[in-house]
C-alpha cells in the first residue's frame, strides 16, 4: 500500500514530468486543489503540499481565485509565439462577415451537440474574426499538424498513452474510421475474419458483415471478452473496448489482457482497441490501454473526442502498426471526407488553451456527479447488481422490465439485447438493462430518480 509520503512524491513526478516534456504548457491552469485530492485520493492539505513543492522548484505559480499556474519546465518554440491582433482592423474591413462570424458562435454555443464551453467559443470567434479559412495545401497540413499535436497532449494526460503527431489519422467520426479500417484490412488479407465483443454497438458490426467480412460474436462476462472462446483456425481482426465495454460497463480484466495478447500473437491477428468509452480520465483511477505505447504491432488504437466535445464538434483518431499504414494513406481520400477546416482550428485552439486543463477536470466532475446520482436513483430498484465505471458515461443493471415506472424504458433505459447479435439475443433475458447517464442532465437524472422512489413506495405500500 502507498505510503501519504510516497503518493506525495508520484504526485510531484507526475506533474514536473509533464510540464517538463511539455504535455502541461507554460499558461496551463492546473486541476483544483479539491479535484486532485478526489483523483489521487489524498486529503486537500497532501495537494497543497504538492503544489507548494512545485512552486518553490518554479514549475508553477499561485494565483488568488484562479489556481496555480505552469509557468516553467521548458521553453516554448520561437514558432509558437503569436502576432498581436488589431481587432479595430478586421471589425473596420468586414463588418457584415464580423456580425455572421458572432451569430455563429452563438448558435455554436447553445448548441446541444457542442459541449465546449460558451464563452470560449465566443472568445475564439471574437478573435479570429471570420467564419472564411484559406483551404491552401499548406495552410491545412499546418492546422492538421497543430490538432494532431493537441490530440497527442490530450490523450497523454487523459489516458496516460505516448503518442507522436505524425503516427495518427484524424478522421471526422468513428464510423469513418472503422470503415477505413475495415477497407485497409481488405487490402492485405483475403476474406478476413473478425471476432467481436458481444454484445456491442450494432452499426459497428453492421458495418464489417456490409464489407462481407466474417463476423463472429463472442461473449462478455465479468472480466471482458471471453478469449477463452476464441476459434482454434484463428481470425484477422479482434474488435474489443478494454477499458469501458459497452454496454456491459466492464473492463477487460488482467489476465484476460495477457490471454488477448498472446492469442493474437499466436494466430497473426491484429486487435482493435476502441478507446472511445474513457477519454474522460486523469490520475490513478485511469484504467490503463492494451500498450503505453503506440504504434503497436498487434494493435490498431482508435478513440474519438465525442465525450469531451460532443458530437456536433467530434474528431476520431487511428493509430496503426506499420504494415497498415500504406493501405490507409491510399484508401483514406477515397473513402473519408476532410475535417472542416473550422473545426480543426477550433479543437486545436481549445485543447491548447490554458483553460483546457480545468475544463477536463470540471467534465470529470460533472460525469462523477450524474454517476452518482444514477446510481443511487438505481438503489430504489430491488437489487439492482449495477456495473460501471465513474469514468465512463452509462451503467449496467438488473430489473424487471415490468416493474420498472412507466415511460424510462426505451427512453432512459435500453435492454442489452438490442445490441447482442441477432443469433445470441435469444438466449438471454430482457432484464440486463443500460442506463446511458452521460447523455443526460442533472436535472433529468433527478427525475428519473423522483419516479423511481416513488414507485418503491408505491410497491412498498401495496406489499
Same mark, same amino acid.
Given at each position: 500500500?502507498?505510503?501519504?509520503?510516497?503518493?506525495?512524491?508520484?504526485?510531484?513526478?507526475?506533474? #514536473?514530468?509533464?510540464?517538463?516534456?511539455?504535455? @502541461?504548457?507554460?499558461?496551463?491552469?492546473?486541476?483544483?486543489?479539491?479535484?486532485?485530492?478526489?483523483?489521487?485520493?489524498?486529503?486537500?492539505?497532501?495537494?497543497?503540499? /504538492?503544489?507548494?513543492? $512545485?512552486?518553490?522548484?518554479?514549475?508553477?505559480? !499561485?494565483?488568488?481565485? #484562479? !489556481?496555480?499556474?505552469?509557468?516553467?519546465?521548458?521553453?516554448?518554440?520561437?514558432?509558437?509565439?503569436?502576432?498581436?491582433?488589431?481587432?479595430?482592423? &478586421?471589425?473596420?474591413?468586414?463588418?457584415?462577415?464580423?456580425?455572421?462570424?458572432?451569430?455563429?458562435?452563438?448558435?455554436?454555443?447553445?448548441?446541444?451537440?457542442?459541449?465546449?464551453?460558451?464563452?470560449?467559443?465566443?472568445?475564439?470567434?471574437?478573435?479570429?474574426?471570420?467564419?472564411?479559412?484559406?483551404?491552401?495545401?499548406?495552410?491545412?497540413?499546418? *492546422?492538421?499538424? #497543430? @490538432?494532431?499535436?493537441?490530440?497527442?497532449? =490530450?490523450?497523454?494526460?487523459?489516458?496516460?498513452?505516448?503518442?507522436?503527431?505524425?503516427?495518427?489519422? @484524424?478522421?471526422?467520426?468513428?464510423?469513418? &474510421?472503422?470503415?477505413?479500417? &475495415?477497407?485497409?484490412?481488405? +487490402?492485405?488479407? %483475403? %476474406?478476413?475474419? $473478425?471476432?467481436?465483443?458481444?454484445?456491442?454497438?450494432?452499426?459497428?458490426?453492421?458495418?464489417?458483415?456490409?464489407?462481407? =467480412?466474417?463476423?463472429?460474436?463472442?461473449?462478455?462476462?465479468?472480466?471482458?471478452?471471453?478469449?477463452?472462446?476464441?476459434?482454434?483456425?484463428? &481470425?484477422? @481482426?479482434?474488435?474489443?473496448?478494454?477499458?469501458? %465495454?459497452?454496454?456491459?460497463?466492464?473492463?477487460?480484466?488482467?489476465?484476460?489482457?495477457?490471454?488477448? *495478447?498472446?492469442?493474437?500473437?499466436?494466430?497473426?491477428?491484429?486487435?482493435?482497441?476502441?478507446?472511445?468509452?474513457?477519454?474522460?480520465?486523469?490520475? %490513478?483511477?485511469?484504467?490503463?490501454? $492494451?500498450?503505453?505505447?503506440?504504434? *503497436?504491432?498487434?494493435?490498431?488504437?482508435?478513440?474519438?473526442?465525442?465525450?469531451?466535445?460532443?458530437?456536433?464538434? *467530434? +474528431? #476520431?483518431?487511428? /493509430?496503426?502498426?506499420?504494415?497498415?499504414?500504406?493501405?490507409?494513406?491510399?484508401?483514406?481520400?477515397?473513402?473519408?471526407?476532410?475535417?472542416?477546416?473550422?473545426?480543426?482550428?477550433?479543437?486545436?485552439?481549445?485543447?491548447?488553451?490554458?483553460?483546457?486543463?480545468?475544463?477536463?477536470?470540471?467534465?470529470?466532475?460533472?460525469?462523477?456527479?450524474?454517476?452518482?446520482?444514477?446510481?443511487?436513483?438505481?438503489?430504489?430498484?430491488?437489487?439492482?447488481?449495477?456495473?460501471?465505471?465513474?469514468?465512463?458515461?452509462?451503467?449496467?443493471?438488473?430489473?424487471?422490465?415490468?416493474?420498472?415506472?412507466?415511460?424510462?424504458?426505451?427512453?432512459?433505459?435500453?435492454?442489452?439485447?438490442?445490441?447482442?447479435?441477432?443469433?445470441?439475443?435469444?438466449?438471454?433475458?430482457?432484464?440486463?438493462?443500460?442506463?446511458? =447517464?452521460?447523455?443526460?442532465?442533472?436535472?433529468?437524472?433527478?427525475?428519473?430518480?423522483?419516479?423511481?422512489?416513488?414507485?418503491?413506495?408505491?410497491? /412498498?405500500?401495496?406489499?
Amino acid at each position: 500500500m502507498l505510503t501519504k509520503q510516497t503518493i506525495k512524491q508520484q504526485m510531484i513526478d507526475d506533474i #514536473s514530468q509533464m510540464i517538463i516534456i511539455g504535455t @502541461l504548457k507554460k499558461g496551463d491552469f492546473l486541476p483544483s486543489i479539491r479535484t486532485m485530492g478526489t483523483r489521487y485520493k489524498v486529503s486537500r492539505g497532501t495537494v497543497l503540499l /504538492v503544489y507548494k513543492t $512545485l512552486e518553490s522548484l518554479g514549475y508553477i505559480q !499561485g494565483h488568488e481565485r #484562479s !489556481g496555480y499556474l505552469v509557468t516553467g519546465g521548458f521553453l516554448p518554440a520561437a514558432s509558437e509565439s503569436k502576432p498581436v491582433r488589431n481587432p479595430s482592423v &478586421a471589425t473596420e474591413k468586414y463588418p457584415e462577415e464580423k456580425k455572421k462570424t458572432l451569430e455563429f458562435s452563438q448558435w455554436l454555443g447553445c448548441s446541444n451537440r457542442v459541449q465546449l464551453p460558451k464563452h470560449f467559443i465566443r472568445r475564439w470567434f471574437e478573435e479570429s474574426g471570420t467564419l472564411s479559412h484559406p483551404t491552401n495545401g499548406e495552410l491545412s497540413d499546418k *492546422n492538421d499538424q #497543430s @490538432l494532431k499535436k493537441n490530440l497527442c497532449r =490530450f490523450i497523454r494526460i487523459s489516458r496516460g498513452v505516448t503518442l507522436q503527431p505524425e503516427h495518427l489519422f @484524424l478522421l471526422p467520426g468513428l464510423q469513418e &474510421a472503422l470503415l477505413l479500417i &475495415a477497407k485497409s484490412i481488405a +487490402v492485405i488479407r %483475403q %476474406q478476413p475474419v $473478425l471476432l467481436i465483443e458481444d454484445p456491442c454497438p450494432p452499426n459497428i458490426r453492421e458495418l464489417f458483415e456490409c464489407l462481407d =467480412f466474417t463476423v463472429i460474436p463472442i461473449g462478455v462476462d465479468s472480466e471482458g471478452i471471453r478469449v477463452e472462446d476464441f476459434p482454434d483456425s484463428g &481470425a484477422d @481482426l479482434i474488435f474489443t473496448s478494454p477499458a469501458h %465495454q459497452f454496454p456491459m460497463a466492464i473492463p477487460l480484466g488482467e489476465s484476460r489482457r495477457k490471454m488477448l *495478447n498472446e492469442w493474437a500473437s499466436r494466430h497473426d491477428s491484429l486487435i482493435i482497441e476502441n478507446d472511445s468509452f474513457a477519454m474522460l480520465g486523469f490520475g %490513478q483511477s485511469v484504467i490503463p490501454t $492494451l500498450s503505453h505505447r503506440y504504434p *503497436n504491432p498487434r494493435i490498431i488504437y482508435l478513440t474519438q473526442l465525442s465525450e469531451l466535445t460532443g458530437s456536433g464538434m *467530434n +474528431v #476520431s483518431c487511428i /493509430v496503426a502498426p506499420q504494415p497498415l499504414m500504406q493501405p490507409l494513406r491510399t484508401l483514406a481520400p477515397l473513402l473519408v471526407s476532410d475535417i472542416h477546416p473550422l473545426t480543426r482550428s477550433l479543437l486545436s485552439a481549445f485543447l491548447e488553451s490554458s483553460r483546457f486543463m480545468k475544463y477536463l477536470t470540471s467534465s470529470m466532475q460533472s460525469r462523477r456527479q450524474k454517476a452518482a446520482l444514477a446510481l443511487g436513483g438505481l438503489q430504489y430498484l430491488p437489487e439492482p447488481c449495477c456495473h460501471g465505471q465513474e469514468n465512463a458515461s452509462f451503467y449496467t443493471f438488473h430489473a424487471d422490465i415490468n416493474e420498472l415506472p412507466e415511460g424510462l424504458l426505451d427512453r432512459y433505459f435500453f435492454p442489452v439485447n438490442l445490441f447482442r447479435h441477432p443469433s445470441r439475443a435469444g438466449m438471454y433475458s430482457n432484464n440486463t438493462l443500460v442506463y446511458p =447517464f452521460g447523455l443526460l442532465s442533472c436535472n433529468e437524472i433527478e427525475k428519473i430518480n423522483y419516479q423511481l422512489r416513488l414507485s418503491q413506495q408505491r410497491s /412498498v405500500t401495496a406489499g
